[in-house]
């Protein structure tokens, strides 16, 4: 069993720079891979950054690539998202998730992108980009 504890979140002004934190409990935290979702209000959760379980492969959604990065911290069972030139468009709730079968899948981004695949799930943080 994992447990995943998300933090970060806020309120900030278009342009500025949060950083996200996801502790996990358990110990095979290092045998997961890590993803972030996002969810607007009205809308459906979507993918938004993942890293692979030995931290070599990461993949982004195009809307992020150049201003968000994902990373992890295998003795700290953290994942992080820095969170670059923030936009209104960014605003959600942000989700982390942890997946054991995703090392067994060579899909690349189209495995790493299907919520379906993560297991486990934190509450949420959000996030807010004000204009």
């Known amino acids: 069993q994992v447990q995943l504890v998300e933090s970060g979140g806020g309120l900030v002004q278009a342009g500025a720079s949060l950083r996200l934190s996801c502790a996990a409990s358990?110990?095979?935290?290092?045998?997961?891979?890590m993803g972030w979702f996002r969810q607007a209000p009205g809308k459906e959760r979507r993918f938004v950054a993942a890293?692979?379980?030995?931290?070599?492969?990461?993949y982004y959604v195009d809307s992020v690539k150049g201003r968000f990065a994902i990373s992890r911290d295998n003795a700290k069972k953290t994942v992080y998202l820095q969170m670059n030139s923030l936009k209104p468009e960014d605003t959600a709730a942000y989700y982390c998730?942890?997946?054991?079968?995703?090392?067994?899948?060579?899909?690349?981004?189209?495995?790493?992108?299907?919520?379906?695949?993560?297991?486990?799930w934190g509450q949420g943080t959000q996030v807010t980009a004000s204009s």
């Open positions: 358990g110990r095979t935290f290092s045998n997961y891979a």
């Open positions: 890293i692979s379980w030995t931290g070599s492969s990461t």
């Open positions: 998730a942890a997946s054991p079968s995703l090392k067994y899948y060579s899909g690349g981004y189209s495995d790493y992108s299907r919520p379906s695949l993560y297991e486990y």
